[in-house]
């Protein structure tokens, strides 16, 4: 909004308005004022949740043995995140840019469902929240639609990278087409001078594997949504680890859609340049600039949880945002804290269900999802049950756990940024 109209003052000269042309301006505004709102709203907002007593009621404190009774603590603090970053992005944002659209209405529509599932947790205490299948209806259709609007959108085109040969005979020269268009291309991590084509992935339908490439984009979008999405959920069960798992996160992304949208830094990377995209800067500022914020209350002890409000549509603004950007097959690397806890999951229920058909009490962790493992004692655990992995003997405080976790999400952020130059 305010873009637009600093955009028309500068038509007349007005002093100052030819900076809103620079992303670097409105980017760094954009986390600032993201910040600021999120820290301001939230004591707000918290104090509003003590009143209306929209507050934590199915936490089980028998799970930490330092017992911290969490129990009456304000939920819903998604909110806070959510308008700390929309108020900023659609103030210094080119609003009629396509990867905004979508990323607003990802945010806007998880934000939706989420809310759904924690108000009927606290206002109709049910501790179950909104049924898993409604849920999953929900995440696959904003993948559908954003896969949907990726492939139809004349707006979202992309100049591949092609290699020239070399200079010196010691460095590659790597150019872009001079027309952006529609692409099923997307990185492939550790390959050079690769990606992967969902095309010629579907190379076996002939003459129709273009089509049935962009329907292959289209599932892969729904599943990395989902996948995502539920992955940041599962993280969201200590104070501080979801909000600071997906900062780090969020700063990878915003760098890597800013030398996506510069054709020599792409260059550079060998990756393909995509118009536009510089706009998702400004909108990952924001959601830097607002996680941050919400930091400030929800760092051990938290005085306010994110609650599926938040942590499902965290899950899938990172996703989207991947996905724009032709990054997607880097979210297992960015990403690698939400894919184990899923994965710790998956391994836990598979394994018990086999332990039981033969009748035998077996787990292969302490607890899931894998967090939990780290703060359970050993005098806490099923006597009757068998555990494949016991380890750590004894119990990590959730602040130590929650640090070590934003560390290693640190690492992988690191490593998912030095394939690009790897390759």
């Known amino acids: 909004m305010l873009y637009y109209i600093f955009r028309w003052l500068d038509q007349f000269g007005v002093s100052g308005s030819h900076l809103w042309s620079y992303i670097s301006f409105r980017s760094i505004l954009a986390l600032v004022l993201a910040l600021v709102i999120s820290a301001w709203f939230g004591e707000k907002f918290i104090k509003y ?96 639609i954003v896969g949907l609007v990726l492939w139809a959108s004349p707006d979202v085109k992309s100049n591949l ?21 529609k692409t099923l291309k997307t990185t492939i991590p550790f390959v050079k001078n690769h990606n992967l084509d969902y095309s010629k992935v579907m190379g076996f339908c002939g003459e129709h594997s273009v089509a049935a490439g962009w329907i292959l984009f289209v599932i892969m979008t729904i599943f990395v949504v989902t996948a995502v999405s539920n992955g940041a959920n599962l993280n969201d069960g200590m104070d501080g680890m979801c909000a600071g798992n997906s900062a780090i996160i969020g700063v990878a992304l915003g760098i890597l859609a800013y030398v996506s949208s510069h054709i020599q830094y792409a260059a550079y990377l060998n990756i393909m340049y995509i118009p536009g995209s510089e706009e998702l800067v400004v909108f990952f500022c924001a959601f830097i600039g607002a996680l941050i914020g919400f930091l400030w209350y929800n760092a051990y002890p938290a005085q306010v949880f994110m609650g599926d409000t938040g942590s499902l549509t965290i899950g899938g603004i990172i996703a989207v945002g991947a996905i724009i950007i032709h990054k997607e097959l880097l979210l297992p690397i960015l990403c690698g804290i939400f894919f184990v806890e899923s994965l710790s999951v998956i391994l836990q229920v598979w394994y018990y269900k086999i332990g039981k058909r033969r009748g035998v009490k077996q787990r292969i962790f302490k607890r899931t999802p894998i967090h939990d493992n780290f703060r359970t004692q050993d005098s806490q655990l099923d006597p009757d049950c068998k555990y494949l992995i016991r380890v750590p003997h004894g119990a990590k405080h959730e602040a130590k756990i929650t640090i070590r976790f934003w560390i290693i999400t640190i690492l992988l952020v690191a490593l998912a940024i030095i394939t690009l130059k790897i390759r």
């Open 161 to 181: 990278n092609m290699e020239l040969g070399q200079k010196n005979g010691q460095e590659i020269v790597v150019k872009h087409s001079e027309k952006a268009e």
């Open 49 to 144: 949740l003590k009143r209306k007593q929209i507050t934590e009621t199915a936490r089980d404190e028998k799970i930490d043995p330092f017992g911290v009774n969490k129990v009456g603590v304000p939920s819903m603090g998604g909110i806070i995140i959510i308008v700390a970053l929309l108020i900023p992005v659609i103030l210094l944002g080119r609003l009629r840019n396509i990867y905004l659209i979508l990323m607003i209405v990802t945010t806007v529509w998880l934000g939706f469902l989420g809310g759904m599932d924690d108000f009927i947790k606290i206002f109709r205490h049910n501790k179950e929240g909104l049924k898993g299948k409604y849920k999953i209806v929900g995440q696959v259709s904003i993948g559908l």
